[in-house]
């Protein structure tokens, strides 16, 4: 049986007044608007759907609440036009609940599920006569490629394509079992153990099938709200670059690569880690070459940023320890790049102070409120000191593990901050003597070698407070390239702001500590 997810949380949060008017912008089966419909009165209620089937199963539903409500077959991408021909041009509140709806999830025949065999449909307007069936017996293996990778972010879109090719070659491929079969024997058995192998693929194609991402550039969509952590942020990014500027998202790798502002961005953290809410920074993954592409763009910051720590309080005692290793790693970087300065060093080492002190509590409890709104202001403090001063050769080891393996990216960090830092401290030892003051240390009539093994020495006792894997090999890898590794290493963006130029001998001997 469908059950809306955090139905009744959703509806307090738009504070209903019994005669406002209010849209459901994703009918489905009616969880949302049913419970809209119940508190107003005198208001009225519209609610959008492509779906014949969610359309007419909610209007039995809702005729049993009340008669004040309208239901509008059409995307909500097109709210305004709809609402205008009804001579409505403002309202009191909007809800979305955003993905693919139970009504094609549940009833196998729609085609949209890999656990049920049913024909390749995945049409939410099923009037249109286009459907997965044509994408994926009718597209070359270019534009296969192109949608499994850009739309589906599947690392195997060629291996894949290039099976659906051959397949079809023989007879058409008809049903969703015989995809996912295909979908099987493209990927190692590895990739396949964490979720459902087909899980990217079938994506990919509801998107292609449906024109879901091209509704930004054809109906002039006013801003882009992102939700969740680095990734999605980071996508969210991407994605307004690309709605302003066009072209590919790998025209942007560097530094300002942009020429017009993107859209808007209302930026919700869910995680205290990335500070990527707060930064021009992001970071896309080349799924051909494994490479993480480092942007740096001005034209990328958002309008609106959101830190509630309330927001955090459910996340695992595992990402919680990842994340604030990140930001540990924001913060430390940042005191010891080239770019730092009085204002930086500030920030950064207030974010320092701050997490050894909740980060082991955010981790023990997560519901300990005080420790996650103390680890979001620290991240805020982060975006200010990184996003000037630059980060270091952490990051830049980080991406190459993260792009290569698929590993957490805050691990990485982790993993890899203490032996960096060592390097680093040899050459900048005055400040790892403010850290170590900042950590609790009486330096007075201390070597600056003694504060350096005892900030090398906290960041470890940290990272095993809270759970932090000490090996590669903990997370699954075994026999890394150290080669190609150090390579891009040096090549990474984040490389320049270290105060030590790490050689690639260097840097495949770091990287042999952790393996």
Known sequence: MHKTVLLNEAIDNLNIKEDGIYVDCTLGFGGHSGLILERIKRGFLFAFDQDDMALEYSEKKLKEIGSNFELI??????????????????????????????????????????????????????????SAYNVVNEYSYEELVRVIRDYGEEKYATSIAKNIVKDRESKPIETTFELVDIIKKSMPYKAMKDSHPARRTFQAIRIEVNNELEVLKKEN?????????????????????????????????????????????????????????????????????????????????????????????????????????????????????????????????????QIFEYLPRAVENGQDIEAREQMCYACFLNGIAFSNAGLGNVH????????????????????????????????????????????GMDVEGKTDE????????????????????????????????????????????????????FDKELLIKLFKKIA
């Open 396 to 439: 830049a080891m980080a991406h190459q593990l993260g792009g290569l393996y698929d590993l957490p990216h805050g691990v990485c960090n982790a993993m890899l901050l203490p032996i960096v830092e060592e390097e680093n401290a040899k050459q900048a030892p005055a400040k790892f003597r403010v850290m170590a003051e900042t950590i």
């Open 73 to 130: 077959k059409s995307n909500f991408a097109y709210i305004k036009e709809e609402l205008n021909k009804r001579n409505v041009t403002e309202v009191d509140g909007i809800v979305f609940d955003l993905g693919v709806s139970s009504p094609q999830l549940d009833i196998a025949d729609r085609g949209f599920s890999f656990h049920k065999d049913a024909k390749l449909d995945m049409r939410m307007d099923t009037t249109k006569e286009f």
């Open 221 to 353: 969509c006013d801003f882009i709200v992102s939700i969740g952590g680095g990734s999605p942020q980071d996508c969210g990014k991407a994605i307004s670059v690309l709605a302003t500027n066009g072209g590919k998202i790998t025209d942007y790798e560097g530094v300002n690569k942009s020429q017009k502002k993107c859209l808007p961005i209302v930026a919700i953290a869910t995680t205290a880690g990335t500070s990527a809410e707060v930064t021009i920074n992001y970071v896309i993954t080349d799924e051909e070459t494994h490479i993480k592409m480092i942007m740096v763009d001005r034209n990328t910051l958002a309008s609106i940023t959101v830190n509630d720590p309330e927001l955090m309080l459910s996340k695992p005692a595992g990402l919680t320890a990842a994340t604030g290793m990140d930001a540990l790693t924001h913060a430390m970087e940042a005191v010891v790049a080239n770019g730092a300065i009085d204002v930086t060093d500030a920030t950064a080492l207030y974010a320092i102070k």
């Open 450 to 501: 003694e504060c350096m093994d005892f900030v090398i020495g906290k960041i470890k006792e940290l990272s095993e407070r809270v759970g932090i894997p000490k090996t590669l090999s903990e997370l699954g890898v075994e026999n890394p390239d150290f080669e190609t590794l150090a390579e891009n290493s040096m090549k990474d963006a984040c490389a320049g702001a270290n105060p030590v130029f």
